[in-house]
């Protein structure tokens, strides 16, 4: 039987997905041909990666909007450098609220000034800041919707004329947003689209052109815009996998369909762990993540017995990060509640032994 599947990423894609995709490698389009060994110029891959840019903007409401979207390479952690490559000339604000973040400040600081607006850091990252300026002069401000590791999520944007950048990799396609309130998304596939290996940006085209330096084609946006992401071979496997999700979650009835679904599952799990006793939700209770539930055991040493339950109820990569510890359970839009019932059950068999 398949595992319920809880892992932080790569992680659980939609059965119906993965068949799809798998039979795609073995004769993609009845070409007698695998989709990884045909051309990314052919007629049939060239209809995949349009699909792909059109069901993206389509599912965020951001067709005909000045919006291009991209299917890139090298992970969102080469977002955080090509962000600041293409956009930063004087000041860029950051807030801070985890490793991610932290990682996207790191890298834009070789590009040009960069003002960390706010930071949950010494809180442990248990809360987003919500109560900061936002200088009026910054090329853009740069936040992390969904911070993976700690199990936060922004549940509202700040109002700002700035140019909005945010890094979505944990929870786009998760939730209704005013996706138009963004300048700039990237998400690596690997979270809640598809296979690791490409990464989704949407980028407001009239957000691009404005720095003076010169920017080598491979890291430029408006050169990849220009080719249709193809201006070397994209990754065609992850590409054609994200597509099919995609295009899964257009059929299930788009945003927000899944996100009741994903608005069930949190309210369950959340629900055990404060009625628990021996489970500590790690996240402040206004900050918590729909896509990354965090939590310890109040009792430590009941940790063997329930590693030993939740492994034996068919459960996989429920571990905490290691810079956290304790417990992940991530429930992304292809997980059921079904699973989310499995891990419950779980729980409440360990209060009752215990
Ligand atoms: C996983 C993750 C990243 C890093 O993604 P890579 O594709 O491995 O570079 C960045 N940001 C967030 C929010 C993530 O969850």
């Given amino acids: 039987m398949k595992k319920h599947n809880f892992s932080a990423g790569p992680c659980i894609l939609p059965q119906e997905v993965i068949k799809k995709a798998s039979d795609a ?5 009845n070409l007698n041909l695998s989709l990884i060994e045909i051309s990314h110029r052919s007629k049939d891959f060239v209809e995949v990666m349009d699909k792909a840019h059109h069901l993206a903007l389509s599912l965020l409401g951001l067709e005909n909007k000045g919006y291009k979207a991209l299917f890139l390479q090298g992970g969102a952690s080469l977002e955080f450098l090509m962000v600041a490559y293409n956009l930063l000339e004087r000041k860029a604000g950051y807030v801070d609220t985890g490793t991610w973040s932290s990682k996207a400040i790191k890298e834009a600081k070789n590009f040009g000034a960069v003002q960390v ?16 300026e936002i200088p009026t002069d910054l090329d853009y401000l740069h936040l992390t919707s969904n911070n993976t590791i700690y199990g936060t999520q922004y549940q509202s944007f700040p109002e ?13 396609f998760s939730r209704v947003l005013d996706f138009e309130k963004f ?21 407001k085209e009239d957000l691009l052109g404005k720095v003076s330096r010169a ?18 071979t994209p990754s065609v496997f992850a590409v ?14 788009g945003i927000a369909a899944i996100e009741k679904i994903n608005d069930q599952k949190a309210a369950l799990l959340y629900g055990e762990l404060d009625k628990n006793p021996l489970f500590v939700p790690y996240a402040d209770k206004d900050f918590r993540s729909k896509m ?22 068919g459960i996989n990569g429920l571990n905490g990060h290691r810079s956290v510890g304790g417990y992940r359970a991530s429930i992304y839009n ?14 409440r068999e360990l209060e009752k032994q215990a």
């Fill in 25 to 29: 490698v073995l004769n993609f389009n």
């Fill in 117 to 132: 607006l706010a930071s949950s850091k010494d809180n442990g990252y248990k809360n987003i800041p919500t109560s900061y």
């Fill in 183 to 203: 300048d700039l998304i990237y998400a690596g596939a690997q979270k809640n689209m598809g296979p690791a290996g490409t990464t989704l940006v949407i980028v």
């Fill in 334 to 347: 292809a997980l059921s509640l079904e699973s989310v019932q499995v891990l419950v059950d779980v729980m």
């Fill in 215 to 232: 920017i080598p084609a491979m890291l430029d946006y408006r050169v990849h815009i220009d080719k249709e992401s193809m201006f070397n």
């Fill in 160 to 172: 700002t004329s700035v140019p909005l950048v945010c890094d979505m990799s944990s929870d786009i």
């Fill in 240 to 253: 054609y996998t994200s597509m099919l999700t995609l295009d899964w979650l257009k059929d299930l009835g």
């Fill in 292 to 313: 990354n539930v965090t939590f310890t055991l109040a009792d430590e040493q009941l940790g063997d017995r329930f590693n030993a339950m939740w492994k034996e109820a």
